[in-house]
């Protein structure tokens, strides 16, 4: 119960960041900024994805259970290629999420702007903390989907196990990553379908004077930022619920 009503809290604070961009335009009759619309909706695939992956999970055991006998030695092989295929696939939209923090740069925002800039300050903060919370929702679900699947959560009384830490790790590593990618190479989770492309730009980028300092301390601080929203959320989402 208490993780839907998480969930419902997370859907909420989107509508809300949508609402004020809306707001924002009807109010004070400046251009509707369509593009934070998009990235407010790209941000919750990843809520989304998760979710998906859970359901295709709880379809699939009873099946796989069921013709166990028949395929024997096969159903562990489908069922990990399965948890395999729909974690990169929702480890390609989950910068999106992330991505959000970057819209603090108030890009939207012009000098002759009619907008209160204290609107602008509460309509981009909501947008931005949707973004966290969808990037954490998300990645609590992935991440207790494996400690279920992998290890007994429950009776234990030691905390989250020491694997499922590292995975959330290297994905929040990976998400902030991404976001650099996608705020200063503009490469979107769908350019994966051209990896040399994407390595070959990178390359040329890092080549560039600070380039790679600058791109070292971007993923450092991004990381850190989610991590240290993350780990006591996750926490307190284990406990209340495995404890």
């Not at 390359?203 to 601080?221: I, M, Q, S, Y």
């Amino acid at each position: 119960m208490a993780a839907l009503v998480d969930l419902i809290a997370v859907a909420l604070l989107n509508v809300y960041a949508v609402v004020l961009i809306v707001l924002r335009a009807r109010l004070y009759g400046a251009r509707l900024y369509r593009p934070m619309l998009v990235n407010v909706a790209l941000s919750f695939v990843p809520v989304v994805g998760a979710l998906a992956a859970v359901a295709g999970l709880l379809f699939l055991a009873p099946a796989l259970t069921a013709l166990a006998d028949l395929l024997q030695g096969v159903v562990p092989v489908i069922l990990w290629g399965y948890l395999t295929l729909a974690t990169l696939l929702w480890l390609l939209f989950f910068p999106n999420a992330i991505y959000l923090i970057t819209e603090l740069n108030f890009s939207h925002r012009g000098a002759d702007d009619r907008v209160p800039l204290w609107f602008d300050i509460i309509q981009t903060l909501t947008l931005t903390l949707s973004g966290i919370m969808n990037a954490i929702a998300s990645l609590l679900i992935v991440q207790s989907e494996f400690i279920v699947l992998i290890a007994d959560p429950t009776g234990h009384g030691s905390g989250a196990p020491v694997f499922s830490w590292v995975f959330a790790g290297a994905v929040i590593v990976l998400g902030a990553l991404g976001v650099y990618l996608g705020r200063y190479l503009r490469f979107n989770s769908w350019d994966v379908r051209h990896p040399a492309s994407l390595v070959r730009k990178l390359a040329g980028h890092l080549r560039e004077p600070g380039r790679a300092l600058e791109l070292g301390g971007f993923v450092l601080t991004h990381a850190l930022l989610v991590a240290l929203v993350y780990v006591p959320v996750f926490t307190l989402f284990y406990r209340a619920l495995f404890e």
